[in-house]
């Protein structure tokens, strides 16, 4: 089993910046690829960013690329993503998970506010 807890969210105005964590827990060497995706309300959950288990390979959806960072701690197996310049279209719910994603994996999340 694997356990995923984000945190970091909150309330920010838009241009503000916020970091995410994830932190794994469990059967962390079964994942290889960590990702970040989102769920805005009345919207279907969609992909944000991802990174290779050694942090050499990124990808990022085209609606983030250049204001949003994912890293990762191997050692504290803790997953980033560092949001900055955000939008009110950056406003969701953000949840981390393997990538490609595992239904079992889903945690809670943590809320992402944007402010106009």
């Known amino acids: 089993q694997v356990q995923l807890v984000e945190s970091g969210g909150g309330l920010v105005q838009a241009g503000g910046s916020l970091r995410l964590s994830c932190a794994a827990s469990?059967?962390?060497?079964?994942?290889?690829?960590m990702g970040w995706f989102r769920q805005a309300p009345g919207k279907e959950r969609e992909f944000v960013a991802a990174?290779?288990?050694?942090?050499?390979?990124?990808y990022a959806a085209d609606s983030v690329k250049g204001r949003f960072t994912i890293s990762r701690d191997n050692a504290k197996n803790t997953v980033y993503l560092q949001m900055n310049s955000l939008r009110p279209e950056d406003t969701a719910v953000y949840y981390c998970n393997a990538d490609p994603p595992v239904q079992a994996f889903w945690g809670q999340g943590t809320q992402v506010t944007v402010s106009s």
């Open positions: 469990g059967r962390t060497f079964s994942i290889r690829t």
């Open positions: 990174i290779s288990w050694s942090g050499d390979i990124t």
